[in-house]
């Protein structure tokens, strides 16, 4: 028995290690635009931007994210998950050559906007993951592609540092297409494929993963794998109530409990300090350069994320709580140090700035930057899993967007204390969102966690 829990351990590491060379490749082109807007500020570039140029390249991403995002979201649904995840990896290996061998603004936004589709896949790795893992080590496998996010953030800042973008991008494209390779190891998981009425492939997977469908797993009271099959292959709907399930309480409730929270994600400013982070710097007078502050946002990032990892058996609001608190108090000591030195040309204790910030960004891996991604795969019911999925990111992907739009002109019109001020506001109200309104998923199965959102006289959950 401890072989096979040993072995079954050891295939959804890999599985999950493999989906998430995906976010490996997306992590690098989150900080590709604060990269590409230093690199270009050396006197030896010949490509000039204007704010709004590098505006429109920071966040053209974001507005295309929506479209792949939903995109995969229904062929996740129809053709499988692996399956839908590797298209995503054409358009990626396309822009990233894009950029390896054309440096103009249009070929740059051409290769962005393709970016951009792929870019808002990332919510199918997380889904894969849910209807993998056992519940009690679920929240382990998902923080390990957030380890692995930061991975590629901390291995494109470090490279950017001795190669040029162009360099960068060249060396990207053939990563992304080595990990598109490396996809094809990767099965369906078993409860799409009962959901399918595909049970032949779905005992040959479990066959792959080494369980035996009446195998029981520590902590689980059944196997995790096995129980989700099962709760996949109730009778099938209705023709009629096919959309009538999009306007129950399982459904609509969540939709609106994970937008608002995508709202607070986005006001506590944590993407805003990524796509403009030299930007960012410079305006706060943080005495450090744009690769080295980037290199130190991630290595952060990367120690935050295997704290987040280590804590897979904190409760999901208690994190939220933690991160937003410390992200509120790191963003509140920058703002604070800016308004007391606002005058004075060579501050004191410049290191507190530069502390502050990476303090804030610690915080915020913790649980705000990942869990709005991740808690959408755990919510909804699975007859519409995958589509909601993609609506719900879209919609978390357009408000990114916006964001990062019209943050020069808020900076520009607001100023730069008073902007950051306004996102360590945000960061307490998160914290108050964690505390009273998100609902608690750390080891609950779909089926506990869809009974929250049903009336309590009459609860009925869709598949």
């Not at 390249?57 to 499988?80: E, R, Y």
């Not at 590629?152 to 598109?180: E, K, N, P, R």
């Not at 795969?377 to 609506?391: C, D, S, Y």
Request: glycine share 6%.
């Amino acid at each position: 028995m401890k072989t096979s829990r040993r072995w079954l351990y050891l295939k959804l590491l890999f599985t999950t290690c493999s989906l998430a060379t995906h976010q490996f490749i997306i992590g690098a082109t989150l900080i590709f635009s604060g990269i590409l807007f230093a690199k270009l500020r050396e006197p030896s570039s010949t490509l000039t931007l204007t704010p709004e140029q590098a505006s429109w390249i920071a966040s053209v991403p974001n507005l295309v994210c929506p479209i792949g995002s939903v995109a995969t979201g229904i062929l996740a649904d129809k053709i499988g998950r692996r399956k839908a995840l590797h298209l995503t990896f054409i358009p990626l290996i396309i822009s990233w050559g894009i950029l390896g061998f054309f440096d103009t603004y249009k070929s740059i936004m051409i290769a962005r906007t393709l970016l951009g589709y792929s870019e808002g896949t990332g919510a199918y790795v997380l889904l894969y993951i849910t209807e993998t893992s056992p519940t009690v080590y679920r929240p382990l496998f998902l923080a390990l592609v957030l380890v692995v996010t930061g991975m590629g953030m901390l291995t494109i800042s470090v490279l950017a540092i001795f190669y040029t973008w162009q360099t960068l991008s060249q060396m990207f494209c053939l990563m992304s297409l080595a990990c598109a390779v490396l996809l094809f190891a990767v099965p369906e998981p078993p409860i799409w494929l009962r959901s399918k009425g595909l049970e032949t492939e779905a005992d040959r997977v479990e066959k792959w993963f080494g369980l035996d469908p009446l195998q029981k797993m520590p902590g689980c009271g059944v196997s995790t794998i096995a129980s989700n099959a099962t709760a996949a292959r109730p009778p099938p709907l209705p023709p009629s109530s096919k959309w009538s399930v999009y306007t129950s309480r399982s459904v609509w409730k969540p939709a609106l409990i994970t937008l608002a929270f995508f709202v607070c994600q986005q006001g506590t400013g944590f993407y805003i300090l990524l796509f403009y982070s030299v930007d960012v710097i410079r305006d706060c007078r943080v005495p450090v350069d744009g690769m080295t502050f980037n290199a130190c946002l991630s290595v952060t990032r990367i120690v935050a994320s295997v704290i987040y990892v280590m804590q897979y058996e904190t409760k999901r609001r208690t994190l939220v709580v933690i991160s937003s608190v410390g992200m509120c108090v790191g963003l509140s000591s920058a703002v604070g140090y800016l308004y007391a030195f606002d005058d004075v040309r060579d501050p004191p204790y410049q290191f507190l700035l530069t502390a502050a910030f990476l303090a804030y960004v610690f915080f915020a891996v913790l649980a705000m930057l990942p869990l709005p991604w991740s808690i959408t795969g755990e919510l909804f019911p699975m007859a519409v899993k995958g589509t909601m999925n993609g609506v719900i990111h879209s919609c978390g992907y357009e408000l990114l967007f916006l964001a990062t739009k019209i943050y020069p002109m808020m900076v520009m019109t607001l100023g730069i204390k008073l902007v950051w001020s306004i996102f360590a506001g945000f960061c307490l109200m998160s914290a108050l969102f964690g505390a009273f309104v998100l609902p608690e998923t750390k080891g609950k199965s779909l089926d506990e966690i869809l009974t929250e959102f049903e009336p309590k006289k009459k609860a009925k959950i869709f598949p």
